[in-house]
């Protein structure tokens, strides 16, 4: 198992960047999928982005895809959300979300963060 925590979120203006941090406790970070979840205020929780172990395969949903970057450093047991050109419509709170071996079009996630809140305003 690991243990993540989410870090970075705060209040930002429309076209502003943000960076994500997932810090993940536990020797086998390497093996695991990492990704990230986001839920909006009345809305049901959805997929952003997934890396796999070894950082080769990813995947965005299309609301995110050319202006979100998830990377991971594997010796830092660290998982990054980079997000460029903001827009208020990506408020919410951001879960990071790991599980074993998964690829990256199949993940769910099975070990969760508690979130970290992220508020673009217009």
């Known amino acids: 198992q690991v243990q993540l925590v989410e870090s970075g979120g705060g209040l930002v203006q429309a076209g502003d960047s943000l960076r994500l941090s997932c810090a993940a406790s536990g020797r086998t970070f390497s093996i695991y999928t990492m990704g990230w979840f986001r839920q909006a205020p009345g809305k049901e929780r959805e997929i952003v982005t997934v890396?796999?172990?070894?950082?080769?395969?990813?995947y965005y949903a299309d609301s995110v895809k050319g202006r979100f970057t998830i990377s991971r450093n594997n010796a830092k047991n660290t998982v990054y959300l980079q997000m460029d050109s903001l827009k208020s419509e990506d408020t919410a709170v951001y879960y990071c979300?790991?599980?074993?071996?998964?690829?990256?079009?199949?993940?769910?996630?099975?070990?969760w963060g508690k979130g970290t809140l992220v508020t673009v305003s217009s």
């Open positions: 890396i796999s172990w070894n950082g080769l395969n990813t």
């Open positions: 979300a790991a599980e074993r071996l998964k690829a990256p079009t199949e993940f769910r996630g099975t070990e």
